[in-house]
Nanobody, 111 residues
């Protein structure tokens, strides 16, 4: 059974940092591109970042230069390092692999 479990969310002040983790099980994550999405209250889910099997990464414009996606295929993990966080980064963050989604984790940026 494919499962994606996010961790590392929480409350942080503007300008702070958080590192999200996504643990994959039930499949070999190295076979998939892995992505992060987010959904703010009252808004549609949006793409944040993706990383291919090759390690090539892509980002939405609003997070480029602040967020870094990485993966550890040996551990079946994908990460999202988020720096210089802004209140508009507040959302539920989801890990995605193919058609599979995690349950999401809350990130709140507020003073």
């Amino acid at each position: 059974q494919v499962q994606l479990v996010e961790s590392g969310g929480g409350l942080v002040q503007p300008g702070g940092s958080l590192r999200l983790s996504c643990a994959a099980s039930g499949f070999t994550s190295s076979s998939f591109g892995m992505s992060w999405y987010r959904q703010a209250a009252g808004k549609e889910r949006e793409f944040v970042a993706t990383i291919r099997n090759s390690g090539i990464a892509g980002y939405t414009v609003s997070v480029k230069g602040r967020f870094t996606i990485s993966r550890d295929n040996g551990k079946n993990m994908v990460y999202l390092q988020m720096n210089s966080l802004k209140p508009e980064d507040t959302a539920v963050y989801y890990c995605r692999a193919g058609d599979n989604w995690g349950q999401g984790i809350q990130v709140t940026v507020s003073s």
